[in-house]
């Protein structure tokens, strides 16, 4: 089909569709690698991708591949024209309310991509309202589809204006370190065979503090970090250090044990585009402690960070900091970057940093969710809103 007089974005014409062919699916893959690829070749971007759709997490249906197309009536599906993609991964999450936490489906919403002629028609837009409805129930079985989020790298109005709410989305960061001093010695490092343990834990323990805020008349909603999220961010993380630096990354996060109390970290290493102005990032995924003062999901205050920071937890974490510190630097990162930190969390970067200071995100990575269950959403407090959740 020609590609010239194409239909504006609301078109009868146009429709969203599920279920791409190989082909259209590898077209938009060559379509959006510019924007996408970084320092990866083309076969090398297309070998990659392959492998993150055959992980546990998104394998079977885990992710689905959602495209608006132009066919007019009386076409064949054979003869449609895409116009632009996204793609959307099925999770797991937990809803806190009226007193109790329940188990739901949520969807993480990804590769939001437009190729350049098919821009300024309204088609992204278009998409995205309908990806939006589509995905309320969608392969939500009996346990419910209770929102969507996504992480927007164009600022906060265009998803804002379709129906995602922005939330707070900021983080500390860390220079990277060799020579930073531990803050508390006997730091384990931790490699891939000892995360699904840690990550079964992580679940009982987050479970068990959202159950203290079912009763305060508010909606606490949290993604599960799970093994199979975790696990999907690593083999990005492993198959590019191995296609451009042929490392394998085999030191995934690390542990600190304190007065029979565990505080760990899961992390993985990001290379940036090699064209854009930004350095390579050891990002922190998931962070977890056993100690009960870590169930203070409120975002970071200086005031808050002041009155910690002398505890036993703010010093842990500030040892696991100084790990990650040193394992940026070990792999020529820039720096470490925690999402959305708390008091405790902020206070231990400033134990390692004393400048250490909350960066607050107007353009990258907007975290974003579109509320489905009870209610409008209004009273909806996102916890836990960590790198994890991205997609």
């Known amino acids: 089909m020609a590609t010239t007089n194409l239909p504006k974005g609301n078109s009868p014409d146009l429709r969203l569709i599920s279920d791409a062919t190989a082909e259209e699916n590898l077209a938009q893959l060559h379509a959006n690698s510019s924007e996408w690829r970084g320092a990866l070749s083309l076969p090398a971007y297309i070998k990659r991708e392959e492998l993150?759709?055959?992980?546990?997490?998104?394998?079977d249906g885990?992710?689905?591949?959602?495209?608006?197309?132009?066919?007019?009536?009386?076409?064949?599906?054979?003869?449609?024209l895409v116009l632009?993609?996204?793609e959307s991964i099925k999770k797991k999450a937990l809803v806190a309310r009226n007193g109790k936490v329940e188990d739901v489906v949520v969807h993480g919403i990804a590769s939001v991509f437009c190729p350049e002629k098919s821009r300024g028609k309204g088609y992204a837009g278009r998409m995205m309202t309908e990806v939006g409805?589509?995905?309320?129930?969608?392969?939500?079985?009996?346990?419910?589809?209770a929102f969507s989020v996504l992480f927007s790298d164009i600022g906060k109005e265009f998803y804002a204006a379709r129906?995602?709410?922005?939330f707070p989305s900021s983080h500390v960061a860390l220079p990277a370190n060799a020579d930073v001093p531990d803050s508390l010695p006997g730091v384990k490092k931790l490699k891939a065979q000892d995360l699904a343990e840690l990550c079964k834990l992580d679940e009982q323990l987050l479970r068990s503090r959202l159950e203290q805020l079912a009763s305060d008349g508010k909606t606490s909603a949290a993604l599960v970090p799970d093994v199979r999220t975790l696990n999907w961010h690593h083999a990005r993380e492993d198959f590019i250090a191995k296609e451009l630096h042929n490392?394998?990354?085999?030191?995934k996060g690390a542990l600190i044990e304190q007065d029979g109390k565990r505080s760990w970290c899961i992390w993985t290493r990001v290379w940036t585009n090699p064209n854009e102005d930004a350095g390579d990032t050891l990002h922190i995924l998931r962070l977890a402690s056993e100690d009960p003062a870590f169930s203070d999901f409120e975002p970071a205050s200086?005031?808050?960070?002041?009155?910690?920071?002398?505890?036993?937890?703010?010093?842990a974490i500030a040892a696991l900091f100084a790990a990650a510190q040193k394992e940026a630097k070990e792999w020529s990162m820039g720096h470490v970057e925690l999402w959305n930190p708390t008091s405790v969390t902020l206070a231990a970067a400033q134990k390692v940093l004393p400048k250490a200071e909350i960066v607050h995100r107007e353009k990258e990575s907007i975290a974003s969710l579109m509320w489905y269950g009870e209610g409008d959403g209004s009273?909806?407090?996102?916890?836990?809103?960590?790198?994890?959740g991205w997609c």
């Open 247 to 251: 490392r394998n990354p085999e030191i």
């Open 302 to 315: 200086e005031g808050g960070a002041q009155k910690v920071q002398e505890i036993g937890l703010t010093r």
């Open 163 to 166: 129906g995602w709410k922005v």
């Open 133 to 145: 409805k589509k995905l309320e129930g969608w392969q939500a079985g009996e346990e419910g589809s």
């Open 52 to 59: 993150l759709i055959n992980q546990d997490l998104t394998k």
């Open 379 to 388: 009273d909806v407090r996102w916890v836990c809103n960590e790198k994890f």
């Open 84 to 86: 632009c993609g996204c």
């Open 62 to 80: 885990g992710l689905t591949p959602w495209m608006l197309v132009y066919q007019p009536s009386g076409t064949k599906d054979a003869d449609r």
